[in-house]
T-cell receptor, first 115, second 114 residues
Framework: GNSVTQMEGPVTLSEEAFLTINCTYT??????LFWYVQYPGEGLQLLLK?????DKGSNKGFEATYRKETTSFHLEKGSVQVSDSAVYFC??????????????FGTGTRLLVSP | NAGVTQTPKFQVLKTGQSMTLQCAQD?????MYWYRQDPGMGLRLIYY???????DKGEVPNGYNVSRLNKREFSLRLESAAPSQTSVYFC?????????????FGPGTRLTVT
């Protein structure tokens, strides 16, 4: 089945630093790709998504580009804020043999931003 | 508009005890899901309900049962809790089943089984 590999954290940055969180995937076919964010004490929220190769998803200053040639969907932000401290999950769609289209999540990467 | 709500927020059980985790959504969504989140493993799907009146197994259904009580509510039951079920449980909903539809998550229930 499809799978997602994320860089281990925590990623520790100072405010205004550049952020990259790596995500690579293994999939048959052409899955959709997602980044979800989980703030402390809350459930996951969709941050951005891309549905086909070379698509760029963007939201709240975060970007990720669907790279089919490198099977990657790295998350980037030019200048992080303390309020970006959270756990970030990369995910992809997986169409199982029952026809149910589910999300497959990576293990999550914790980001800590200090003032 | 509360979104997805879950009760309780925290629970401690002894091995062999039973309990039901409650989930409700007020967004008129058709599809609902239960996930568990374990360190180093990301989220894994336990059960889902594509629409009212239907439920199906996900990746890790053993030891759990679910009930789609009505369109709003989707409960998860542990009949005989085991330490391996210590986890954080998230309920989610989406307008329809399929990854084209954004899933909205509740705040989670942290369950410890001793």
């Amino acid at each position: 089945g499809n799978s997602v590999t994320q860089m281990e954290g925590p990623v520790t940055l100072s405010e205004e630093a550049f952020l990259t969180i790596n995500c690579t995937y293994t999939a048959t076919g052409y899955p959709s790709l997602f980044w979800y964010v989980q703030y402390p004490g809350e459930g996951l929220q969709l941050l951005l998504k891309a549905t086909k190769a070379d698509d760029k998803g963007s939201n709240k200053g975060f970007e990720a580009t669907y790279r089919k040639e490198t099977t990657s969907f790295h998350l980037e932000k030019g200048s992080v804020q303390v309020s970006d401290s959270a756990v970030y999950f990369c995910a992809l769609s997986d169409l199982g043999n029952t026809g149910f289209q589910k999300l497959v999540f990576g293990t999550g990467t914790r980001l800590l931003v200090s003032p | 508009n509360a979104g997805v709500t879950q009760t309780p927020k925290f629970q401690v059980l002894k091995t062999g005890q039973s309990m039901t985790l409650q989930c409700a959504q007020d967004m008129n969504h058709n599809s609902m899901y239960w996930y568990r989140q374990d360190p180093g493993m990301g989220l894994r799907l336990i059960y889902y309900s594509a629409s009212e009146g239907t439920t199906d197994k996900g990746e890790v259904p053993n030891g759990y049962n679910v009930s789609r009580l009505n369109k709003r509510e989707f409960s998860l039951r542990l009949e005989s809790a085991a330490p391996s079920q210590t986890s954080v449980y998230f309920c989610a909903s989406s307008l329809e089943q399929g990854v084209s539809y954004e899933q909205y998550f509740g705040p989670g229930t942290r369950l410890t089984v001793t």
